[in-house]
């Protein structure tokens, strides 16, 4: 069965620090990797999508298969970056997304 | 565009007792998703919609039922309210080609006491 797991429930860095979060997946299928991210009194939305390799606010994610995993990076956190970030695998069918446990990320001044 | 709706935004049900959440979209999507989250976990899916009249079991399907009538809405009925059942509650949508981006809505907070 399918699984993303984040290691972290809380992730405190300073104000211009590099961020990481982490997600590991496991699934046997071609993996579909996602970030979807929670502003504080805003609705869940989607971050970035492995398959576009693109940056999006700073943030990059890079799919490692060989070590399962599609942490988020960005060099230099801001304030406004605080919010609660999920990792999710796309599982086929009916484009079903498996969540994370999902990461609060604070950026503190 | 209003875009995914959800209703009520928060409900107390005792032990037993039966609901609707009620959950729109106007953007014309054609799949739709029921998921929820416990404190402290991720998001699971709970039923899921190709299209109208068409739903399909999720992760977490015990205690829910669904329909799909129309392409807006997608109410989810809880049966005999257990306080196992108390969660946040979302509702997604997203179209068929837009491979796994949905749009969520704020979400529904239910409490069985």
């Known amino acids: 069965a399918q699984r993303v797991t984040q290691p972290e429930k809380l992730l405190s860095v300073f104000k211009g620090a590099p961020v990481e979060l982490k997600c590991n997946y496991s699934y046997s299928g071609s993996p579909e990797l996602f970030w979807y991210v929670q502003y504080s009194r805003q609705r869940l939305q989607l971050l970035l999508r492995?398959?576009s390799r693109e940056s999006i606010k700073g943030f990059t994610a890079d799919l490692n298969k060989g070590e399962t995993s599609f942490h988020l990076k960005k060099p230099f956190a801001q304030e406004e970056d605080s919010a609660m970030y999920y990792c999710?695998?796309?599982?086929?069918?009916?484009?079903?997304?498996?969540f994370g446990t999902g990461t609060q990320l604070k950026v503190e001044l | 565009n209003a875009g995914v709706t959800q209703t009520p935004k928060f409900r107390i049900l005792k032990i037993g007792q039966s609901m609707t959440l009620q959950c729109a979209q106007d953007?014309?999507?054609?799949?739709m998703y029921w998921y929820r989250q416990d404190p402290g976990m991720g998001l699971k899916l709970i039923y899921y919609?190709?299209?109208?009249?068409?739903?399909d079991k999720g992760e977490v399907p015990n205690g829910y039922n669904v329909s799909r009538s129309t392409t807006e809405d997608f109410p989810l009925r809880l049966e005999l309210a257990a306080p196992s059942q108390t969660s946040v509650y979302f509702c997604?949508?997203?179209?068929?080609?837009?491979?796994?981006?949905?749009?969520f809505g704020p979400g529904t907070r239910l409490t069985v006491t």
């Open positions: 492995h398959i």
């Open positions: 999710a695998l796309g599982t086929g069918g009916g484009n079903k997304l498996t």
């Open positions: 919609s190709v299209g109208a009249g068409i739903t």
């Open positions: 953007m014309n999507h054609n799949y």
């Open positions: 997604a949508s997203t179209l068929t080609g837009d491979r796994y981006e949905q749009y």
